[in-house]
């Protein structure tokens, strides 16, 4: 692996699913396969904690992991790859690695199946798992909301892989503009490298939830959406991110295996996922990084607000176990 510093959020009160405790041991399978000297553990409260009237359910524990990590973070050499958690665990990672840069050089590409961008009075759930990306517009309770130059702006965001989405999230999608693109249209990496440079932006941070994945390929998910994106494409996106801008920071969060054999299963895929984000660049003669590239999607300008995605609900209640 290149030089790069790992950041491990056990956080799993973001989740809305009955099992979100998993994701602690899903974090801790990943752990074991990282440099220990350069990995750096965040204390999560037992607690789950209280919403204290903001209707982000376990505010006050999110609220005080963040914190943590962002102390954590000061301390760190960059690139930071987190390693969570929920969706949330690198809410803290994205602020920090923002605020670091010169206004509007940062693009955030969300690899997920879902856009995680409800707000307090869009989510059916309560969970904050759903609503990262909107507080990393601003928009959520204070001490969750990015706020001043940590403040993403939607033209610097691309959901990626994205295939479920609320109807409160598609319709905050059509009025800002924010780029989407399908899981289809990430098998040729060109798509994902033009949605970034439309943003204008000089370096890019790479959030991973593994069910941005096709179920077929890995099962330690809470939330599998079908007709994913295949390792191997989302391996040659994120080396081709790399090959082109500079890594502002990374995370992979969401795994949460049901057993260790589960997770021992699942390991081979997150691994090269790792190396994807982590490993030494290898050009052609052209410069481009190489590593598998695949052709046959989309051309190399098609971002949009709508793709294949579907209108459902991808936030449901904390009695249900989907996200």
């Known amino acids: 692996m290149s030089s790069a510093s790992f950041l491990v959020v056990p956080q799993w009160q973001g989740s809305g699913s009955s099992r979100a405790m998993r994701l602690i041991d899903g974090a801790e399978a990943i752990r074991g396969d990282l440099p220990a000297a ?13 919403s204290l009237g903001t209707g982000v359910s376990r505010f006050s524990a999110l609220a005080t992991v963040r914190d943590a990590a962002a102390a954590e973070l000061m301390l ?12 949330a665990a690198d809410l ?10 010169p206004d509007g050089s940062v693009a955030l590409v969300w690899f997920d199946a879902h856009a995680d961008i409800n707000d307090v009075g869009s989510s059916p759930s309560s969970a904050f798992h759903g609503m990262v990306v909107r507080a990393l517009l601003g928009d959520a309770p204070d ?26 999230e598609s319709t905050y999608i059509e009025e800002t503009g924010i780029r989407m693109l399908g899981p289809g249209e990430l098998d040729d990496p060109a798509v994902i490298v033009a949605a970034v440079e439309a943003t204008g932006a000089t370096s890019v941070y790479v959030h991973i939830d593994l069910d941005v994945l096709d179920p077929a390929t ?4 809470g939330y599998p959406e079908p007709f994913g994106v295949q390792p191997e494409a989302l391996c040659d996106a994120v080396r081709a991110l790399r090959g082109r801008f500079g890594l502002a920071g990374a995370a992979i969060t969401e795994f949460a295996p049901e057993s260790p054999d589960a997770a021992g299963h699942d390991m081979a895929v997150i691994l090269r996922i790792l190396g994807a ?27 949009s607000t709508t793709g294949s995605a579907r209108h459902l609900s991808t936030d449901p209640r904390p009695a249900d176990d989907g996200s």
Request: net charge negative; glycine share 22%; aromatic share 0%.
């Open 218 to 221: 890995i099962s330690g998910v």
């Open 92 to 101: 803290a990672s994205v602020q920090h690695a923002v605020a670091g840069a």
């Open 143 to 168: 001490g969750l909301a990015s706020s001043g130059p940590s403040l993403l702006s939607p033209g610097n965001v691309v959901l990626a892989g994205t295939r479920a989405i609320d109807d409160g």
């Open 277 to 303: 984000l982590t490993g030494r660049l290898e050009t052609n003669g052209g410069g481009a990084p190489t590593g598998g590239t695949s052709t046959g999607g989309s051309s190399a300008g098609g971002s």
């Open 38 to 50: 350069a990995t750096t553990v965040v204390p999560v409260p037992a607690a789950a904690g209280e």
């Open 76 to 87: 760190l050499e960059a690139p930071v790859v987190t390693i969570g958690g929920d969706c």
